[in-house]
C-alpha cells in the first residue's frame, strides 16, 4: 500500500460519478469501490460521502432505489442519470484539460521560459 | 437516511470482523471511523435541501418544549407581546373600517364631492350654482345634489323623527347602487308638482315597517302629507354618512332654480372615465369665473371645490385615528423590545445548552433558526392572546367610542385584521428574537465550557441598555402626546360656556310645513308651547331659539354694517339666532350692555338686534356698538341692494355655540316676531325649545305631551340636558385623550419593566465583583449608587432622545389641542419628573439586592 494521499478538494464528486457510472452501488460499497480503484492512495472521509450523496441526487446527477445487498440485507443503491453522464464527461475532460496544465505548468525547465 | 448510514457501519463492522477483530470492536471502530454521525445526518438533510418544513416543525415542536420547560418566561412574554399585538390589531380594525375601507358604491375611487368656497369656508352649493354647473360642465358622467333634512314620520306608532335627504333624481345613479326593492324615483317624479313619492333605508323598513315585504307602493305620512313608497335601498347605502333613512325627490321650482344666495346643498358628482379631478377642478375655475360675472351679487369671490368623496367624508378622522396607530405601534415595539431584553437574559443562561448542540454538530444556520423558531412559537401564541383581546377591545371601543366617527360600528375582527395580526405577531418574533439568536450563535464554544458559572467578563450589555433606552425614548414620547391631550382636556373642561349650562333641558321640534306654512301660525306654535312648558311644575321659564348652544346646526349670515359703505368686500359672515324674548334670560347668557328684548319688538316697530361681543369688537372695534345699525337677513321692496336695517340694542356674552373646544364665532341675535317670514324656510320650521327647571327631575315625558299638546302629531326630539350636549361634544377628544393615557401609561409601565430586568440581571451576573468590592471596603452607598446610576443614566439617555422625537412629533397634533402648544413646557417638564421617579423606582429593587449581597456566599458561589 502506497502512501494515502488526501482527497483535493471539490474531487469527492467526480469520483462518486466515476464510481457508479460503472454500474449502481451502494454507499459503501461506492466508498470501496473508489478505495479499491485507487489502490487504497485516496482516503475519503466517511461522513463527507453522505452529504455528497444527497447533494449530487437533490442536483439530479443520480438517482437512488433500495435494494438487497449483497449479504440478503436493505440497502440503498445509486445509479447515474443521463445529466450525471455528461456532467461526469464534462468534468472529466476539464480535470484532463487542468491537469495538463499545472503538469505542464510544473514540468517548465528554466531554459525553456 | 437513518437505514442507509445503519447499513454503513455494520457493512464496515462485518468488513473489520472478516479481517479478525472482534465484532463489538469491530462496530465501535466502524462509529469512529465514520465520524459523528448526527452531524452527518444534518449535512445530509441539508444537502437534500426539501426538509425545510420538517426540520421547521422539529424546531417549533423542540421550541415549544423550550418554552413550556420556563413557564415563567413564557407566560410573561406571550402576555407582554399579547398587549403590544391585541392593541395594534384593536386599532387596526378601526382605522380599517373607518379609513381604509372603500365606501360602499361602485368605484367610490372616482365620486366626488363638490362645494363652494368663499374666503377660508367651504360652504355648500346653492341651487342656482348647482342647476348652471349641471348644465356648464362635461367632466362628470353623473352629477347630483342633496341636502340632510329630518322629517316627522307617521307611522303606525308615536310620530317620530327620522333623518333623511332631499336629492335630484340622478342621486343614486351617481352612487351607483340598486334598491333591494322597488325603484329609485325618476326624473319626472323630480319636478315640482308631482305626487310625493320616498324611497327608504333598509332600517327603516325593518324597524318601523316590520320589514313588510309589500312595502313598494304603501303610502306613509312624512310632515303630514302622503308620499308612496317607490323603493328600498340596501343596508349599506348612506353614501354621506349622514345615517339617512328616507329620501325624497328635491324637485326644485324656478324660483329655487333662480337662487344664488342660499348655499347648502351636498354636491356629488362621478367623474367620467377619461377625466382626472385635476382636469374637472379646471373646469370648475373656469365655470366659477363665469358666475362670479353672471352673479356678482351672489357670485363675487366664489369657486369651486372638489375633492374626492372620501376625503370629504373621513378626513376629519385621519389625524385622530392615525395618532392612535401611531401610539399601538410605539407599544408594540416597547413590548418587543422587552421580550428582546428577557431573550437576552436568558440567552445567557442557555450558552451551555446551545454551545452544546454546536458541539454535536448543529451549525449556526441551524442554532439561529432553531431560536427563531422557539420566537416564532411565542409569537404565535402570543398572537392568538393578542387576538383575544384584541376583540374584547374592541367591542369597548364600539361601546365607548364617539358616537359622531362614521362607520365606527362597522369595525370588527374579521379576515384582513386577522391577516394584519398574523403578520404583526410574525414581524414581532424576527424582531425581538433575531438580536439573541444571532449572538448565541457566534457564541465560542471553548470558552463558554471554559467558563465558571457567575463571572461573566464583567462588560455591560450594549444591546440590551441600548433597548432600555430605545423603550424609554418611545414610552416619553407617547406620554408626552398623552400629557398635552390631557392638559388641553383639563383647560377645556374649565372654559366658560358663556352661559348657565346646569338645570336646562333641551329638544327640538320641527313643524311640517302643511298646516304650519304661514309665518303667523308657525310663531305662535312656538309662543303656545313656550306658555305651556313654562306652566309646568318645576320649570322655571322656557324659550325657543332657532339653534341652541352645541345642539348642531346653524344658519350664518353676511351682515353690513350701515357706516362701512354698502360693499360685498365689507360683509362681516356671522351666525343668526332667531329667539323668543324669554331665550337669553332663560338660559342665563349675560347681558354686557343695553336691553333684552321685549314682547313688545314686533314687526311693526322698529328692527333690532342684540350682538354677541365678538361681532361687536369685529364691526367696531373700540366703539359703543348701541344704537349703531347693521342689514341683514332680507332685502327691501327695491331689490337684492335694498338694505333692511337692524338697530343693535343690546351686546351679550360669547356663547361657545360649536362646542367648548371651537373659537367663538360673530352672532346675532333677532326676535322672533321680527323674523323675515322667508327665515323659516332656512330653518326648516324647526326651533329648540330650551327649559330652565328649578333643579328638579328633567320633565321629559312632560315636554313631550307639551308639544303633542299644542302641535299634534309633532314629535320633539334629541331631547337631552345642557350638560350632557356639552359632554357629548367633547366625546372625541375625551376618547382620544383617554385611550392615549392608558397606552402610555402601559408605555411606562413595560418599560420601567425594562429597566428592572437589566439592572437586576447586571447585579446577578456581577454578584462575584460586587462581593469582592464589598469585601475590599466598599460601603452600601457606592453599590447602591453603582446600579442606581447606571439606571438613570439609561433613563436619561432615553429621556433626552425621547423628548427630541416628541418635539418633532407633538407638532402633528396640534389640531387636536385646546390652547396649549405641542412644545408645552409644563407638559414636558412634568412628563420627563414622572418618567425619571419611575425609573428611580425600577432601579430601586435591583440596587438593594445588591447591598444585600453577601461577600463571602458572592465568593463562595464558585
Known amino acids: ?113 | 437516511m437513518d437505514a442507509e448510514l445503519r447499513f454503513h457501519i455494520e457493512a464496515l463492522a462485518a468488513d473489520l470482523v472478516r479481517s479478525g477483530v472482534s465484532r463489538q470492536e469491530a462496530l465501535r471502530r466502524a462509529r469512529l471511523e465514520f465520524g459523528a454521525i448526527e452531524r452527518v445526518k444534518e449535512e445530509g438533510r441539508e444537502a437534500r435541501g426539501i426538509s425545510f418544513v420538517d426540520e421547521m416543525m422539529q424546531d417549533l415542536h423542540y421550541g415549544q418544549r423550550v418554552l413550556s420547560k420556563s413557564p415563567g418566561f413564557a407566560v410573561v412574554a406571550v402576555l407582554t407581546l399579547a398587549l403590544g399585538i391585541g392593541a395594534t390589531t384593536a386599532i387596526f380594525s378601526v382605522v380599517n373600517a373607518v379609513l381604509m375601507r372603500p365606501l360602499a358604491m361602485e368605484d367610490p375611487s372616482r365620486v366626488v364631492y363638490l362645494q363652494e368656497q368663499w374666503r377660508d369656508l367651504f360652504p355648500g352649493v346653492s341651487v342656482g350654482n348647482f342647476a348652471d354647473l349641471k348644465r356648464q360642465s362635461t367632466s362628470f358622467a353623473k352629477l347630483c345634489a342633496s341636502n340632510n333634512a329630518s322629517f316627522n314620520l307617521e307611522a303606525r306608532e308615536l310620530p317620530e323623527r327620522v333623518d333623511g335627504e332631499i336629492a335630484t333624481a340622478d342621486y343614486f345613479a351617481t352612487f351607483g347602487v340598486q334598491p333591494i326593492a322597488g325603484r329609485f324615483f325618476t326624473v319626472d317624479e323630480d319636478k315640482p308638482g308631482q305626487a310625493r313619492v320616498v324611497v327608504i333605508s333598509e332600517r327603516l323598513w325593518r324597524t318601523r315597517l316590520r320589514a313588510d315585504p309589500s312595502v313598494v307602493g304603501q303610502p306613509i305620512r312624512i310632515n303630514g302629507m302622503p308620499a308612496t313608497v317607490v323603493g328600498v335601498m340596501p343596508k349599506s347605502f348612506d353614501p354621506l354618512l349622514g345615517n339617512s333613512d328616507l329620501w325624497i325627490p328635491a324637485a326644485y321650482t324656478a324660483e329655487q332654480l333662480a337662487d344664488h344666495d342660499d348655499h347648502y346643498l351636498n354636491v356629488v358628482g362621478r367623474l367620467k372615465a377619461n377625466v382626472s379631478l385635476a382636469q374637472a377642478q379646471s373646469e370648475l375655475n373656469v365655470i366659477a369665473q363665469r358666475l362670479q360675472q353672471q352673479y356678482p351679487l351672489d357670485d363675487q369671490d366664489r369657486g369651486f371645490r372638489l375633492q374626492p368623496l372620501a376625503t370629504a367624508l373621513l378626513g376629519d378622522q385621519r389625524l385622530g385615528l392615525r395618532m392612535m396607530l401611531a401610539a399601538v405601534g410605539f407599544l408594540l415595539l416597547i413590548a418587543c423590545a422587552n421580550i428582546a431584553n428577557l431573550q437576552l437574559t436568558r440567552s445567557r443562561s442557555r450558552q451551555k445548552e446551545i454551545a452544546m448542540r454546536a458541539a454535536l454538530g448543529a451549525s449556526p444556520r441551524r442554532i439561529v433558526r432553531q431560536l427563531l423558531a422557539e420566537n416564532l412559537v411565542l409569537g404565535l401564541v402570543g398572537g392568538v392572546v393578542g387576538v383575544l383581546l384584541a376583540y374584547w377591545a374592541l367591542s369597548w371601543i364600539m361601546a365607548h367610542g364617539p358616537a359622531e366617527m362614521p362607520r365606527l360600528d362597522q369595525s370588527r375582527i374579521d379576515a384582513s385584521t386577522l391577516a394584519f395580526a398574523c403578520a404583526v405577531a410574525l414581524f414581532s418574533s424576527f424582531f425581538f428574537g433575531l438580536a439573541p439568536a444571532l449572538r448565541s450563535a457566534s457564541t465560542r464554544l471553548n470558552e463558554v465550557f471554559k467558563m465558571g458559572s457567575s463571572t461573566s467578563g464583567g462588560t455591560r450589555d450594549r444591546v440590551r441598555s441600548l433597548l432600555v433606552v430605545l423603550e424609554v425614548s418611545l414610552a416619553l414620547i407617547l406620554m408626552v402626546g398623552a400629557g398635552l391631550l390631557v392638559r388641553s382636556a383639563l383647560l377645556v373642561s374649565h372654559v366658560d360656556p358663556g352661559f348657565d349650562t346646569s338645570n336646562v333641558v333641551v329638544g327640538r321640534v320641527g313643524l311640517p310645513d302643511p298646516g304650519y306654512h304661514d309665518p303667523a301660525v308657525a310663531r305662535q306654535t312656538f309662543e303656545r308651547m313656550i306658555t305651556v312648558a313654562a306652566a309646568l311644575p318645576g320649570v322655571e321659564s322656557a324659550a325657543v331659539v332657532s339653534r341652541a348652544p352645541l345642539a348642531g346646526g346653524g344658519s350664518s349670515n353676511g351682515l353690513l354694517a350701515e357706516d362701512q359703505g354698502l360693499d360685498l368686500s365689507n360683509l362681516v359672515n356671522s351666525q343668526l339666532q332667531i329667539i323668543s324674548p324669554s331665550y337669553l334670560s332663560t338660559a342665563r347668557v349675560p347681558l354686557k350692555a343695553g336691553r333684552d328684548f321685549t314682547p313688545q319688538d314686533r314687526r311693526d316697530r322698529t328692527l333690532v338686534a342684540i350682538v354677541n361681543e365678538t361681532l361687536a369688537r369685529t364691526i367696531w372695534p373700540g366703539e359703543n356698538p348701541i344704537g349703531k345699525r347693521f342689514a341683514c337677513c332680507e332685502a327691501g321692496p327695491k331689490g337684492r341692494m335694498d338694505p333692511v336695517w337692524h338697530e343693535v340694542v343690546g351686546v351679550v356674552a360669547d356663547v361657545r355655540a360649536w362646542g367648548l373646544d371651537h373659537q367663538v364665532q360673530p352672532e346675532f341675535y333677532i326676535p322672533i316676531a321680527q323674523m323675515p317670514p322667508s327665515a323659516w324656510d332656512w330653518i326648516g320650521r324647526t326651533m329648540d325649545l330650551v327649559v330652565r327647571t328649578g333643579g328638579g327631575v328633567v320633565p321629559v315625558h312632560e315636554l313631550q305631551s307639551v308639544v303633542a299638546s299644542v302641535a299634534p302629531a309633532v314629535p320633539i326630539y334629541r331631547l337631552s340636558t345642557m350638560q350632557q350636549k356639552i359632554s357629548s361634544t367633547l366625546e372625541r377628544s375625551h376618547f382620544d385623550t383617554f385611550l392615549l393615557a392608558i397606552f402610555a401609561t402601559t408605555a411606562l409601565l413595560l418599560s420601567s419593566v425594562g429597566i428592572y430586568g437589566v439592572l437586576s440581571n447586571i447585579v446577578t451576573q456581577r454578584t462575584r465583583d460586587i462581593g469582592i468590592r464589598m469585601a475590599l471596603g466598599a460601603s452600601q452607598a457606592q453599590i447602591a449608587w453603582d446600579v442606581l446610576g447606571f439606571g438613570m443614566r439609561l433613563a436619561s439617555i432615553g429621556l433626552v432622545l425621547g423628548l427630541v422625537g416628541a418635539l418633532a412629533a407633538t407638532r402633528l397634533l396640534s389640531s387636536l389641542l385646546y390652547r396649549v402648544r405641542p412644545t408645552d413646557t409644563i407638559t414636558f417638564t412634568a412628563v420627563s419628573v414622572i418618567l425619571l421617579v419611575v425609573a428611580l423606582m425600577a432601579s430601586y429593587l435591583p440596587a438593594r439586592r445588591a447591598t444585600r449581597v453577601d461577600p463571602m456566599v458572592a465568593l463562595r458561589y464558585e
Not at chain 1, 77 to 103: C, F, H, P
Open chain 1, 1 to 113: 500500500m502506497g502512501k494515502q494521499l488526501d482527497l483535493l478538494q471539490g474531487t469527492l464528486d467526480m469520483l462518486i460519478l466515476k464510481a457508479v457510472s460503472l454500474g449502481p452501488l451502494h454507499g459503501y460499497g461506492i466508498l470501496l469501490r473508489i478505495q479499491q480503484i485507487s489502490k487504497d492512495r485516496l482516503e475519503i472521509q466517511q461522513g463527507s460521502l453522505y452529504p455528497a450523496l444527497y447533494r449530487l441526487e437533490h442536483l439530479g446527477w443520480i438517482t437512488s432505489e433500495w435494494g438487497e445487498s449483497e449479504n440478503k440485507r436493505k440497502a440503498k443503491y445509486y445509479r447515474l442519470t443521463a445529466a450525471g453522464k455528461r456532467r461526469l464527461q464534462a468534468e472529466t475532460q476539464n480535470w484532463n484539460s487542468m491537469a495538463d496544465v499545472i503538469a505542464g505548468i510544473l514540468g517548465t525547465k528554466p531554459e525553456e521560459v
